[in-house]
């Protein structure tokens, strides 16, 4: 009994396993495909102009699949292998699929047998689908992937036209099918010939912007993704649209048809119908393929243009260009569009209408904003404590701001936008600053900005300075010292001198007593040094009649120059002689960051007080705080006073030919006497007394042409560069802003950038 049951069950699964077989391999949607009866022409075709090995459509069934029954089978062979001769002319797929009638519309019944047979070229499934309804005589074509373009509106409707007459005159349905095989050749030669792409318009100067919502958002005529790939590229593509509500075209190819990468995304953008809104806004990312030319573009509109600038497309092109050059472009795409999404991220804190936000004050918000969660609570107090104490001192507002990311902005513009949309700044004028730490890996560092009487103070030497000072403690695990040690600059920083007025615009000038012409705040000269300057100075200012003093200080005076700090210093001093309060002052800024200098006049106008001889005084000085030698650069400046204030003039300094020069002058002096004593020895003719008779009345005026320079800064300072501050990207984007497609300026205006590789 048990032998007789086995004996069943497997001849049970025998004739189910044989009844699976009968099915035919590639199921039909709805109803069955005619099969090939064998072995089709081209088991594994393959597009030989891309020199891809893999299948580039699916075989083992007809593409006319006739489920009306009014072909024969040998009139179904010929029409199935004149299909397949312009599937490969065309390197498209065309099913076609002709019942009597349909339960659902032609459109419906079109993307259902598509997509579930199978069919479309490559991995991009392009491909027309043409349905035919014998009994309402109805024909339907559409367009997939890159054949949405080949089947244009004029051409689509040529072929419902052309078909539809054909069946009125009572043409056979073989007649129909064959003409319909002619204009897909016609097609072909048409856009051949045009030398550019199936979307590109035949009336350019006339094209105007359209919306194509079926137009595929990835295309790859370069053939270089997996099906897999695309698959996960769609699916980050629809989620980038859904989320940020911007279009996002993926589209490769083996040719720019004679353009720049730049112009041919920038007309793939404008000329196919991509962008959403009002302004169209989205991203084209065109790679090229072609020998020589392989490199890739992205290209921005509407609402993108702007987010799209040389920052981010530098972060994009650095990410992407690893994977380009190494071959492995499906992975680098696939990053390339997670890095996009993660592009249009905006923090909690962004207005929801950007175009509306007015600025506010907000006194209760928190002046740290850890996002990041980079500080424990007693480290928040520290922080909390020495900002409330610039805060109740100078009447300025502070923040400290972490995050891990700066949503793909420079850290600077992300620190802006945290100011003015959070509230901060005291006063009319919202004095603050805001410093900003990111934590994100590739972009870890540190914003700022500033606002109101805060704004100068930021310099860009004491930005650039503060860089500086920061970078060894700007670390993973050492956030903390950074905010401290920021906090304790800006206090230093905004810090002003003891004798400097607390009301500047009520402050009275005056004359001060015993006037010391040596201030060495900075202790740069020894005592010895300081008396010999102090001697020589004191005697400059009673010879000639104009205060002449030297400054030194450790630093400027909220973020200003050397120039202005010397200015200060001369007015709120009381420093100057007569009426004019006629000085000369020469600062030295000696800083954590290097020295720098200038020698500025008071307020009186003295006609030596011109460029050219500020001009040469800086070129001795110059050499002399180079060697870091102040002391000579002091003593110098003092020299080149005298002599300015006694000959109106100073010298320039003529390096190495000086001696040559002075050679020559002795020389001339020599030949000059010795020619002298030569005519002694000649005859000799009366002398006249005075030079009156050759004189020719007005003949001779001296005049003074030397600039006059008032009130004016010579300032030279030694800038550090730092690499904290600096943003993703070497720079080898081509980055552009502002241009437009071969439509001309009639079009979108684009921004965007791109590699070679």
Not at 132 to 141: C, G, L, P
Not at 322 to 337: A, N, Q, R, S, W
Not at 568 to 587: E, S, T, V
């Amino acid at each position: 009994m048990k032998e007789r049951n086995r004996l069943l069950r497997s001849i049970t699964l025998l004739l189910l396993t044989a009844l699976l077989a009968a099915v035919p391999s590639a199921s039909i949607y709805a109803e069955g495909a005619s099969e090939s009866g064998g072995s089709e022409s081209g088991g594994n075709e393959s597009d030989s102009t891309k020199g891809s090995p893999k299948q580039m459509y699916k075989t083992g069934i007809y593409r006319l699949n006739d489920f009306g029954e009014i072909f024969e089978e040998e009139e179904k062979d010929r029409l199935n292998a004149l299909l397949k001769e312009e599937m490969s002319n065309c390197h498209m797929d065309f099913p076609i699929a002709v019942k009597r009638k349909g339960t659902a519309t032609a459109e419906e019944y079109s993307d259902t047998f598509y997509e579930h047979n199978g069919f479309g070229w490559g991995d991009g499934k392009d491909g027309v689908m043409l349905i035919a309804y014998t009994d309402s005589q109805e024909v339907f074509a559409k367009g997939y992937g890159f054949g949405h373009w080949f089947l244009s509106e004029e051409f689509k409707q040529t072929v419902t036209t052309r078909l539809s007459q054909m069946r009125s005159e009572e043409k056979s349905w073989s007649q129909i099918i064959t003409a319909y095989a002619e204009l897909l050749k016609a097609r072909q030669q048409e856009i051949k010939e045009s030398g550019k792409p199936a979307w590109y318009p035949k009336d350019l100067e006339n094209f105007k912007d359209f919306h194509d919502a079926d137009a595929p958002r990835l295309v790859d005529l370069a053939d270089i993704f997996t099906k897999e790939e695309e698959e996960q590229m769609l699916s980050i593509i629809q989620a980038i649209q859904k989320d940020s509500g911007k279009d996002i075209v993926v589209y490769t190819d083996v040719t720019t048809y004679g353009l720049s990468r730049r112009t041919f995304a920038a007309d793939i953008n404008e000329l196919a119908g991509y962008g959403f809104g009002d302004n169209f806004s989205g991203t084209v990312l065109f790679i090229c393929m072609e020998q020589g030319n392989r490199g890739w573009w992205t290209d921005a509109t509407g609402e993108c243009e702007e987010i799209y600038s040389e920052y981010v497309i530098n972060y994009l092109d650095d990410a992407l260009e690893p994977y380009m050059v190494g071959g492995k472009y499906g992975e680098g795409v696939i990053d390339y569009l997670k890095n996009v999404k993660n592009l249009y991220r905006v923090p909690e804190w962004y207005p929801a209408d950007k175009a509306a936000f007015q600025p506010f004050h907000n006194e209760s918000a928190s002046r740290i904003a850890d996002y990041a969660n980079i500080f424990s609570e007693e480290e928040k107090e520290k922080i909390q404590d020495l900002i409330k104490r610039i805060q109740d001192e100078y009447g300025m507002d502070v923040a400290i701001y972490t995050d891990e990311t700066s949503y793909w902005k420079d850290r600077d513009t992300i620190a802006e936008e945290f100011f003015k949309y959070n509230g901060y700044g005291f006063g009319d004028d919202y004095t603050g600053t805001v410093f900003f730490i990111c934590t994100e890996n590739g972009n870890q560092g540190f914003g700022l900005y500033a606002e109101g009487k805060c704004k100068p103070i930021y310099s860009d030497y004491e930005v650039n300075r503060l860089a500086n000072g920061l970078r060894y403690f700007f670390k993973p695990g050492s956030y903390i010292d950074a905010a401290l040690d920021y906090l304790y600059r800006a206090y230093d920083l905004y810090k002003v001198p003891d004798w400097y007025p607390s009301d500047e615009a009520n402050f009275v000038r005056f004359k001060a007593q015993n006037k010391t012409y040596v201030i060495d705040q900075a202790e740069l000269f020894s005592k010895e040094e300081k008396e010999r300057l102090e001697k020589k100075a004191l005697a400059l200012s009673t010879k000639f009649g104009s205060d002449v003093l030297i400054v030194t200080a450790e630093s400027a005076i909220r973020g200003g120059s050397a120039g202005s700090y010397a200015k200060d210093y001369y007015r709120y001093n009381g420093y100057g002689q007569g009426d004019a309060n006629d000085a000369l002052i020469f600062c030295i800024i000696s800083d954590d960051y290097g020295k720098r200098w200038a020698f500025v006049p008071g307020d009186a106008q003295r006609k030596c007080y011109s460029e050219k001889n500020t001009d040469h005084m800086d070129e001795y000085i110059g050499d002399a705080m180079e060697k870091n030698d102040c002391y000579k650069a002091a003593s110098r400046f003092l020299t080149d006073a005298g002599l300015m204030y006694k000959l109106g003039f100073t010298l320039p300094k003529l390096g190495f030919f000086w001696p040559i020069l002075l050679g020559l002058i002795l020389a001339l002096i020599v030949a000059g006497k010795y020619r002298k004593r030569l005519y002694r020895g000649m005859v000799t003719i009366q002398k006249a007394i005075d030079a009156e008779p050759y004189y020719e009345p007005n003949s001779f005026v001296l005049t003074d042409s030397s600039d006059v320079l008032i009130n004016t800064t010579e300032t030279r300072e030694r800038i550090i560069s730092n690499s904290t501050r600096s943003g993703g990207g070497g720079g080898r984007s081509s980055y552009s802003s502002g241009y437009h497609s071969s439509r001309g300026s009639s079009g979108r205006s684009h921004s965007g950038g791109g590699r070679s590789f």
